[in-house]
């Protein structure tokens, strides 16, 4: 399974304020696109483990927000596998700015965003559930 995945996000008009700033909530569903889409290059999908009775649950997320998105930038998302576990998958993020559209001064490459989250697997009825090995690879122990 890969450990390190790149995409582009780019800004829409429904994930800022009026000031077209992006809100701090729409870094949120951006993370788990990163998530989806390193799940996806190794040949699976979220789908699919759910079919595979595998449940993933967010129970920890840290974001630090270091400069404001806008509207209509196009931005980079580094996801990265930091961490497994027995029932755990552990991730970071860096969100960069790659292009600004509104004219305003800016760095290509600007750091606008770290996080990181921690996923349990759990069971159909909410409970702790070891990760399959065809998903943790090695670092189940």
Do not use: Q
Not at 8 to 13: C, G, K, N, Q, T
Not at 47 to 59: P, Q, S
């Amino acid at each position: 399974m890969p450990t390190l995945g790149t995409i582009a996000v780019r800004v829409r008009y429904c994930e800022c304020d009026p000031m077209g700033v992006a809100h701090h909530a729409a870094y949120v569903p951006w993370f788990e696109m990163g998530r989806t889409e390193l799940l996806r290059a190794s040949g699976l999908s979220y789908a699919a483990l759910e079919r595979a009775g595998v449940l993933l649950a967010i129970v920890r997320l840290d974001a630090r927000y270091k400069r404001p998105a806008r509207y209509d930038d196009l931005l980079e998302l580094t996801t990265r596998v930091v961490g497994l576990s027995r029932v755990k998958i552990e991730h970071e993020y860096e969100l960069r700015l790659l292009e600004r559209t509104d004219g305003t001064a800016h760095a290509p490459g600007e750091l606008l965003a770290t996080a990181s989250t921690t996923l349990a697997c759990i069971d159909r009825d909410g409970r702790p559930a070891a990760l399959p090995a065809w998903l943790a690879g090695d670092g189940v122990g």
